[in-house]
């Protein structure tokens, strides 16, 4: 995936930023909000013979961080779920929660942000419910992909700039930079 708007340099750690809310206008709250809609993953979705074969392909390599085999599956069944549904490339999901949250449900930033795709509260607020738990796996992932798919649209697909202001970093590199490194971690041979 190529990443545009300015130069990678590989940065060590990114230096985030906090996002910010803004207001939207009456027709984008309405259409996230339909993105939201409750539709769960199918029971059999995780055995579907390519999801399977993504999920095979993937989970060794984050055995270290999550080694619990079933919390991994689980996981990785409903990120490809949600990745394809909101029509995000997998490795850009993985590479985001590698940096933002180490693969830990109940991360919390210094800005508030929480779970795997750290999503700020405000988030709830606006588009969602206020009853929604930002921790639960599946609500946090459809809340991240939701959010990037829009900041995506936003850009005009420009991936630097969506990932800046999924970030609150919009304009620096540091981000976008630590997220292209993640994603190599997640490459499938």
């Not at 490339?89 to 779970?115: M, T």
């Not at 995506?152 to 420009?158: A, P, S, T, V």
Request: hydrophobic share 40%; with cysteine.
């Amino acid at each position: 995936m190529l990443l545009t708007g300015g130069a990678f340099l590989f940065a060590p750690h990114a230096h985030a930023g906090a996002q910010i809310e803004e207001a939207l206008m009456p027709s984008v709250v309405a259409g996230l909000q339909r993105s939201l809609s409750d539709r769960p993953v199918p029971n059999d979705y995780a055995n579907r013979p390519g999801v399977q074969a993504w999920i095979a392909a993937i989970s060794p390599k984050l055995a270290k961080r999550l080694p619990e085999e079933r919390e991994r599956r689980e996981l990785l069944a409903t990120l490809h779920y949600e990745g394809t549904r909101a029509g995000l490339d997998l490795q850009l999901l993985l590479g985001v929660i590698h940096v933002e949250s180490g693969f830990k449900k109940y991360a919390v930033s210094v800005a508030g942000a929480r779970g795997y795709m750290q999503v700020m509260p405000f988030w709830v607020k606006l588009i969602g419910n206020e009853e929604q738990n930002l921790f639960h796996l599946r609500t946090n992932l459809r809340y991240g992909c939701v959010i990037l798919r829009h900041y995506l649209d936003r850009e005009n697909g420009d991936l630097f700039r969506a990932l800046g202001r999924y970030n609150g970093s919009l304009g620096r590199a540091e981000y976008p930079n630590a997220v292209a490194a993640a994603m190599k971690r997640y490459e499938i041979q």
